[in-house]
Structures are given as C-alpha cells and as structure tokens.
C-alpha cells in the first residue's frame, strides 16, 4: 500500500492545482476513484490475474508528475518525423499532459461531424457527450482508478452516426523529460452506430530516463459499427507501462485490435472486452519480442454477453536472454450468449533456457449451443527446418532470423493497413537482428 499512498496523499495535496488545471467532467469522478482505491487498492501478485507482474513494485518510485502541466522542451524536429506512409492524420500526445498536431497535419480532410481532440478540450466543449461515456467502463482493477484520480488530459476521437473515417488516424505518445516522470493517459474511443475508425498508437520514449506509463483506454462501438485498433510499444529498457484496455460492443460491430510490443522495459497490457451485442466480432492479436530482461504481460478478457458472436484470439511470443512473457487470456460465454463461436491460440518460442513463458488460457461457458477452443505451446525453432535450411546453403544465423520472422508472420499478415504492415515487417527485422535497439527515438520511418 506504500506505493498507492504516495499517489494518494499527493492528490490531496496538490487537488486544488490538478482540479483548476482539468475540466469540471474530469474531475467530477475523482471522488469517486478516491472512494474506489480506498476500497480495491493496487492489484498485488496474489491476485490471479497479476501473478507475474508486481504493480505496486512498478508504482514504488518516487516519479514526478507534471501537475502544472508546463510545457517541457520538446525537440520536434526528430518526432514529427514519425509517421506511417499514407496515413492521413498525425497527431501527438507528450507525456500525458499536452495535445498537439503535426506540422502540416491533414486533420481538416477528416469528415464532417468528426471530432479530434484533447480530453480536457473535448469535456468543456462537448460536455454531454463527455459525460454520457467518460468512466463508464466497468474499471477491473485499482491502476484504473488511480488514472481517473490523477489525469488531467488525454485524447478523444468522436465518430458520429454512419460516418466512416477513411483513412486511419496516428496518435503518437511521446515520453521526453530530463527526470524519471509518470505519465497518466486517458484515451475516450466513441462510434456511434454505423461509424468506422482506424487508429494507430505508438508509443516511444525520447530519452534514456525512467519513465512510466499509466493509461486507460475506453471504447464504446454501438450497433453496426466498425473499430481497429493497432497498438504499437518501442519504448526502451527503463520504460513502464500498464495500459487498460476497456471494450463495450454493441449488436452485429466490430472490433479489432493488434498489440505489439517490439521494444520496451517492463510491461502489462489489459484488454477487457464485454460483448454486449448479438452478432458482434472481435479480433484480438498479439506480437511479444524479448530479450534481456524485459518482461511482457498480456491479459485479455471476452465477456460474450449476447448471442451470435464470433472472437479470435492470436498471441505470439518471442523471448531470449532472461526476459519474462506472460499471457493470460479468459473468455466467458454466459448463459445468454446461445450461438457463440470462440477461438482463443497462444503459441510461443522461448530461444534461451533463461528465459520464461506463462502461458493460462481459459475458458468458462454457461451455454450448451456454443463452439469454443483454447490453446497454448511453448516451444523452440524448428530443428528440421533450420537442418534443411542449412543444407541449401543459408546461414545459421540467417535461417533463425527467418524462422522467426516466419512465426510472427502470421500476425502481421492478418493487418489489413498496407504501410504499416510493411513497416512492422522492417521493423521486426531488424529487432531480430539488435538492431532496433540501437536506434534513437522512434523507427517508424528510419
């Protein structure tokens, strides 16, 4: 609890600068997280869903806040050169605090009635459609609480009735700061029914500080609508992040989401998806490579609510060196969801005897109509593919390369955005081969 009480007695102090900094709709829900820690408090590792990632070990430093929200020096020129190729909209997200466009962004050519903004703008603006879906999530665990007790800014993207947003749209989320800062970031996803969205989000850290990130998503795709999401980490070996993903579905949409980790410190991604809608889709995708001693933790949650639906699931890990992956994923069909069609796959390599995978795949059904499977391997390269592989001539080294880019491909391969699923294929090999790790800032475009 010591970690928690620094946040705690922090925000009693400084309440009256982080209230005059945020929108009253922001800060209208504070008492309530307050209320919520006091009760549910930080996950521990006792609790089953966080056997192998201590957050209150992670929140123990004593991080800086940036509760006066300055503006901190930022160095554009690098940053604003992040970009994938042919997206129409770049825009960027410093240290939690400040919402900013690209030079030259085209965020006019959006459609009519689309709205892209920051949180706390977007609460004073449009404060009954802020209202109507901030903090509505049903939250699963204290990091959650502790984002809505702390953050005073973040971004939101408002996609009304039967538009479609052609193009996808790129947050970039940027870390830069000469002092081990924690960041808190709120991302609010709304669609309404017919709406289509693409969004893209990087996440990188422009300096060798420790830095964590604490960030809640939340998403609401109604009837008929049309999300993909696609979350992108290279951060570096001193960066933390827990990020919570919160889903609510509604009849006959659709929901995407590709998590990727290439490059990071210590990590612990949520995805909690209620499928409240018959007929509805969801795809959950995954891509872990570590090595040293980076840890990635992926939980994932499908609550099929309704009848009629369809989830994938495809987690893939590559580990060496000492490094931690864990995955845990629990799909729930209740009683009511008759017709239910889930698939849930979690496939590893582990290339060093150092190295671990925790593999727990679930499933929980209370309807007898429904087709489900789960599965999940650990493994090692293929032995017979790199023998025949060497004997044509290839390196040993350039055959591993290639098997393991082969292992992920199938990932890769399910993402339907051209430019971005030839970049991470750039990009994945050259993790592969040490280079990326090398390389300053973000790689996007390098």
Known sequence: MKALNQYIELYKEQKDVIENTSAPGLNAQRAFALEALAHKGLPVESDENYLHSNVEEWLAPNYGLNIQRLNLPLDTEEPFRCSVPNLSTQLYFLNGDSFMSAPQTNASLLPDGVIVKGLNTFACDYSEIFSRYYNKSSFTDGTSFLNTLLVQDGFVVYVPKNVVVEKPIQLIELMQSQFSMLACRRILLILEQGAALKLLLCDHSLRMQEYLSLQVVEAFVEDNASLELYDLEETHTGNSRISSLYVNVGNDSRF???????????????ANVAVNGHGAEIVLNGIVIADKEQHVDNYTFIDHNSCNSTSRELFKYVLSGSSVGAFKGKVLVRGGAQGTDSQQTNRNLALTSSARMFAEPQLEIYADNVKCSHGATVGQLDQAALFYMRQRGISEQEAKMLLKEAFVGEVIDSIPLAPL??????????????????????????
Request: charged share 20%; aromatic share 2%; proline share 0%.
């Open 256 to 270: 995407v989401c590709n998590n990727i980790t290439l490059h990071n410190g210590r990590t612990r991604n949520s």
């Open 421 to 446: 699923r030839d970049r991470l294929n750039r990009l994945i090999s050259l993790r592969f081969r040490g280079q990326l790790a090398q390389c300053k800032g973000c790689n996007i475009c390098h």
